[in-house]
């Protein structure tokens, strides 16, 4: 299963809202999360369920969506926000991940 | 503290071999299943290998298939991923990450250690 992101690479600010889109290659329900990956740092799951937030996640982070095409959005983004943002699909073996939504500082 | 932590980067050779570890702490090691996962420099993340709890269930990406041996201790609370005929292309940070019970969730993930395949 193929996922994509869009877009790539965005520069926003500090308070913005901002919102990622990942598309699968087929129907995969609601089986999907999203990572967060600080520079230099490992991934930090984030979304589970396509829509339900990890524990100890800020609410400031929501998903949606089912089928081929999900969300993440962040409402009002913070500092430590600024990191690239993975989808992942855990509908079937082998795993898969987006290739990645990078967040820059305006 | 749950915590995996990874060893056995470094410098290798072009088709030489190298052999990483996973240490887990801090979780019943033996009912979780573990993935190995790897990010080339720059690049985004690349799922390789999981290996149930109990070692009897074992997965590899098509990348690194035939390539590559995984397994675990868990009397040792360890985890190895052995990769022979290594390319250029292998050099990556490579993570480990715990699967959630109920999903395919990689909820803990190992701080990674880096493979270098160079002459």
Redesign the interface.
């Given at each position: 299963i193929q996922l994509t992101q869009s877009p790539s690479f965005l520069s926003t600010s500090v308070g913005d809202r901002v919102t990622i889109t990942c598309r699968a290659s087929q129907d995969i329900s609601t089986?999907l999360?999203w990572?967060r990956?600080e520079p230099g740092?490992?991934?930090?799951?984030l979304i589970?369920?396509a829509s339900t937030l990890?524990t100890g996640v800020p609410s400031r982070f929501s998903g949606g969506g089912s089928g081929t095409d999900f969300t993440l959005t962040i409402s009002s983004l913070q500092p430590e926000d600024f990191a690239t943002y993975?989808c992942?699909q855990?509908h079937s073996?082998?795993?898969?991940?987006?290739?990645?939504t990078r967040l820059e500082i305006k | 503290e749950v915590q995996l932590v990874e060893s056995g980067g470094g410098l290798a050779q072009p088709g030489g071999s190298v052999t990483l570890s996973c240490a887990a702490s801090g979780f019943t090691f033996s009912s979780y299943s573990i993935?190995w996962?790897r990010q080339a420099p720059g690049k985004?993340?690349?799922?390789i290998s999981?290996i149930s709890g109990s070692g009897s269930i074992i997965?590899y990406?098509?990348s690194v298939k035939g390539r590559i041996t995984v397994s675990r201790d868990n009397a040792r609370n360890s985890l190895f991923l052995q990769m022979n005929s290594l390319r250029a292309e292998d050099t990556a940070v490579y993570?480990c990450?715990r699967e959630t019970i109920e999903?395919?969730?990689?909820?803990v993930?190992?701080?990674?250690t880096t493979v270098t395949v160079s002459s």
């Open positions: 089986y999360a990572y990956q740092k490992a991934p930090n799951l589970y369920a990890q993975y992942q855990l073996y082998p795993i898969t991940f987006g290739p990645g | 993935n996962v985004g993340l690349e799922w999981y997965y990406a098509d993570y990450a999903a395919p969730l990689l909820d993930w190992g701080k990674g």
